[in-house]
Each structure stands twice: as structure tokens, then as C-alpha cells.
Antibody
Framework: EVELLESGGGLVQPGGSLRLSCAASGFTFNSFAMSWVRQAPGKGLEWVSGLSGSGMNTYYADSVKGRFTISRDKSKNTLHLQMNSLTAEDTALYYC?????????????WGQGILVTVSS | DIQMTQSPSTLSASVGDRVTITCRASQGISTWLAWYQQKPGKAPSLLIYKASSLESGVPSRFSGSGSGTEFTLTISSLQPDDFATYYCQHYNIDRAFGQGTKVEIK
């Protein structure tokens, strides 16, 4: 059974940093692309960042480019999202998602989400 | 970047109604399109991928069609469990979601 367990969320001040992690299990981690998707309170879904199964190809939404960095630790089956220069607009529930292919694909599994709140 | 636009934003319907949601891409995406359903307080779940392929376990009343820039999600006979918010997503190198369509009880 595929499981995606996010951690690392919480309250952070504007301009601060946070690192999200996603522990993956139940599938061959290195064989699938992964992404982060976020949802601001009461709003729709926003794709944030993704990377290929190899980790060599990374993609970012314009809203986070230059501030967020996605990476994967193959030895620990863990996905990370380093978030810097956070603003109130980054406040959201962040979902770790597994995609159905080695490169860009649709999302077939979602984590339960982790809340990030940016506020002073 | 490719932008996805859904219509309508909200749809009021009754049980048994045929419901159609439209998603338009700002440029051609072939059939690299998925549809998801989200219920309040829950993570989304996959309904349709590659524009018209039904995900395993999803009821056959859900169907998808389209290619290029215009796509539709159809629910042939709306059931009580279908009242939710629906999102389209393209996955052609980049990814992007539509703004969502809330299907509510009329």
C-alpha cells in the first residue's frame, strides 16, 4: 500500500525558512516522479514543484521559483521541499504526491497534507 | 506557462442530472490532462487520466473527453456522493491545475 507521510510544517515568520519532508513507502521510490501541491485555506489546488524519478529534472511554479528547492533522498525514500523567503501567500496545506510515471505524469497518490502558516 | 481555465466555477444540480464541466488550456496539451475530485477536508482523488482513461475503481458514470485545448468531464447521472469540487490538471512537462468547479446540491 502506498503511503506518503509529510512532516516539517508549522508556523514561521515572514522571510523565514522551512523544510518539508515526505516519507514514502509501498512503491519503488526511485521509479516515479514526485511533486508538491499546495492549497491555501478555502482556495483551489496549486502545483508547486516536481522532480523526475532520477531527481535530475526539477520543475517549479513561477510563484516559488528561486525560493523553493525540491530534492529526493533515495537512500531514505524521502522527498524534501526547502522553502526560503516565505511570505503570507505561501500559507497553505502542502501535499506530497506521487506521480504515475518516471517523468511528468498525473497524480495517482496523495499524502494527507501538512500545514504551513506564514505569519508574524 | 500553460494556464488551465475551468467553467463553470460553481454548478447547482440535482441527483440524477447529467453534469458537464469544461476545462480549457491556453495552448495545446494533446491529451495530457487529468481530472480529480476533492471532498471537504480530504485530499483529492484521481478520476480520469490521459483525458479519457477512467482510473481503476472509479464509477463508470464519470467520463472524460477532449484533446488539444478543450476538455470535458461528464457525470452521466449525478449521485449523492458526487457533490464535491472537481479539478482538471495538465501534466505536459510543467503541471498546472484549473481553478476548480464546485458541484453543489440544487
Amino acid at each position: 500500500e502506498v503511503e506518503l507521510l509529510e512532516s516539517g510544517g508549522g508556523l514561521v515568520q515572514p522571510g523565514g525558512s522551512l523544510r518539508l519532508s515526505c516519507a514514502a513507502s509501498g512503491f519503488t521510490f526511485n521509479s516515479f516522479a514526485m511533486s508538491w501541491v499546495r492549497q491555501a485555506p478555502g482556495k483551489g489546488l496549486e502545483w508547486v514543484s516536481g522532480l523526475s524519478g532520477s531527481g535530475m529534472n526539477t520543475y517549479y511554479a513561477d510563484s516559488v521559483k528561486g525560493r523553493f528547492t525540491i530534492s529526493r533522498d533515495k537512500s531514505k525514500n524521502t522527498l524534501h521541499l526547502q522553502m526560503n523567503s516565505l511570505t503570507a501567500e505561501d500559507t497553505a496545506l502542502y501535499y506530497c504526491v506521487k506521480e504515475a510515471g518516471y517523468t511528468t505524469s498525473y497524480i495517482d497518490y496523495w499524502g494527507q497534507g501538512i500545514l504551513v502558516t506564514v505569519s508574524s | 506557462d500553460i494556464q488551465m481555465t475551468q467553467s463553470p466555477s460553481t454548478l447547482s444540480a440535482s441527483v440524477g442530472d447529467r453534469v458537464t464541466i469544461t476545462c480549457r488550456a491556453s495552448q495545446g496539451i494533446s491529451t495530457w490532462l487529468a481530472w480529480y475530485q476533492q471532498k471537504p477536508g480530504k485530499a483529492p482523488s484521481l478520476l480520469i487520466y490521459k483525458a479519457s482513461s477512467l482510473e481503476s475503481g472509479v464509477p463508470s458514470r464519470f467520463s472524460g473527453s477532449g484533446s488539444g485545448t478543450e476538455f470535458t468531464l461528464t457525470i452521466s447521472s449525478l449521485q449523492p456522493d458526487d457533490f464535491a469540487t472537481y479539478y482538471c490538471q495538465h501534466y505536459n512537462i510543467d503541471r498546472a491545475f484549473g481553478q476548480g468547479t464546485k458541484v453543489e446540491i440544487k
